[in-house]
């Protein structure tokens, strides 16, 4: 079992930064892929990036490919959105999400096993 904290969202302005992390509790953190997805408003939850559990592979939607990094620091079970250039279009509710297996489809919602509460990250223009 694995519990996950999502922190650090807010209100921000066009172009302002963020960095989101997310605390693990439970037992293996540095065996699972790590993934972010967010969901704005009368929309489907959506796939941002996701982590291998090495730190080793990453992979982000295009839209926020160079502006978004995904990072995490095993040694206090917590993974990282750095969040950069924000857009109003960035308005969303962001979740972390834990699996076992990285590998296939590492953007499938359905293939995550663990997800933490979310937490609100709003951009004004």
């Known amino acids: 079992q694995v519990q996950l904290v999502e922190s650090g969202g807010g209100l921000v302005q066009a172009g302002d930064s963020l960095r989101l992390s997310c605390v693990a509790s439970g037992n293996s953190f540095s065996s699972y892929a790590m993934g972010w997805f967010r969901q704005a408003p009368g929309k489907e939850r959506e796939f941002v990036a996701a982590?291998?559990?090495?730190?080793?592979?990453?992979y982000y939607a295009d839209s926020v490919k160079g502006r978004f990094t995904i990072s995490r620091d095993n040694a206090k079970n917590t993974v990282y959105l750095q969040m950069n250039s924000l857009k109003p279009e960035d308005t969303a509710v962001y979740y972390c999400?834990?699996?076992?297996?990285?590998?296939?489809?590492?953007?499938?919602?359905?293939?995550?096993?663990?997800w933490g509460q979310g937490t609100a990250v709003t951009v004004s223009s």
């Open positions: 982590l291998s559990w090495s730190g080793g592979s990453t």
């Open positions: 999400a834990a699996r076992k297996d990285f590998y296939p489809h590492y953007e499938a919602i359905r293939l995550y096993d663990y």
